[in-house]
């Protein structure tokens, strides 16, 4: 409000024919949930939204789809390309992003995937079933882009791994040092060690490390890779879309109008 008292959320919802906004005190995922079910959709209705959105946001108590739930691949597209503006200056690597002139170069491939999975669906005829030409054109390109996206997942999960593991380790052999430990307590110690320490010895054997990787690319392979299904959604429902650009668009003026109090 203007004085500053109190927040306010505002969820939206729009389609081809209404908007309709809903004012709330509690940012809360549930509320347009229940908005959605109140309005009698269905399992083939289908709700494309930003990440804000957790994963089953659309399935009820015991996993059954409640409604069908994607993803905007504009907001996935998006941090690759602001990695690339923050990294870039006249399409040169920046000094302070000379360490990862690699994460550059896969973004940009990346971007083209994604591009080049909006043109495919973009191009499908009027009168095609549109399923049916999905699962046909443009899967095949979903596909190959979240097989890029998880060779680099993989290396990322490997080298986060590596660090836990290097953490139990000292951990452990502090612990062992302190003296505190009864003779049970360090065997069990010892074990977890020799375990680790081959599991450690084994990822370093490996090529994961032959790559460096900065937080903006694994923040932005994570946020597509880590919800998968979701990206996929569009692809087997008629009425899937793959960004929420509308919905965006017609925020605009909330924003401004927010910004200004």
């Known amino acids: ?25 509690e940012r809360d995922t549930e509320t347009p949930k229940n908005l ?18 957790r994963i089953s946001w659309n399935k009820d108590e015991n996993g059954n789809k409640l409604f069908s739930h994607g993803l905007c691949y504009v907001h996935g597209k998006r941090n690759f390309v602001d990695l690339v503006n923050y990294a870039t200056t006249k399409g040169e690597v920046t000094d302070k992003f000379s360490s990862f002139k690699d994460d550059v ?4 491939i990346i971007i083209e995937m994604i591009s080049k999975v ?26 190959k882009l979240f097989n890029e996206l998880e060779k680099h997942a993989l290396i990322i999960e490997k080298q986060k791994r590596h660090s836990k ?12 040092v302190s003296g505190k430990a009864g003779n049970k307590r360090k065997n ?22 032959k790559r460096k990787f900065s937080k903006r690319f694994i923040d932005a392979v ?7 299904e979701y ?28 910004n200004a109090m």
């Not at 203007?2 to 005190?25: C, D, L, N, Q």
């Not at 069990?188 to 490390?209: A, R």
């Not at 994570?222 to 998968?228: A, G, I, N, V």
């Not at 793959?242 to 003026?253: A, D, G, L, T």
Request: net charge neutral; charged share 30%; no cysteine.
């Open 188 to 209: 069990t110690l010892n074990s977890k060690i020799e375990e680790l320490t081959l599991e450690k010895d084994k990822i370093e054997k490996s090529d994961v490390f």
């Open 36 to 53: 959605l079910l109140n309005g009698n959709i269905d399992k083939d209705t289908f709700v494309i939204s930003d990440a804000y959105y």
């Open 105 to 108: 170069k896969d973004s940009k």
């Open 222 to 228: 994570s946020y597509m890779y880590s919800k998968k």
């Open 118 to 143: 909006f043109q495919a669906n973009n191009n499908a005829p009027k009168d095609a079933d549109i399923v049916k030409y999905r699962q046909e054109f443009v899967k095949p390109l979903v596909d």
């Open 231 to 258: 990206f996929y959604e569009f692809l087997n429902n008629a009425n899937g879309i793959m960004h929420n650009n509308f919905i965006e668009r017609s925020f605009r003026e909330l924003s401004l109008l927010r």
């Open 165 to 176: 593991i290097e953490k139990d380790l000292e951990k452990f052999a502090k612990e062992l």
């Open 1 to 25: 409000n203007p004085e500053k008292t109190s927040r306010y959320y505002i969820f939206g919802m729009v389609s081809e024919g209404a908007m309709y906004y809903f004012k709330s005190s």
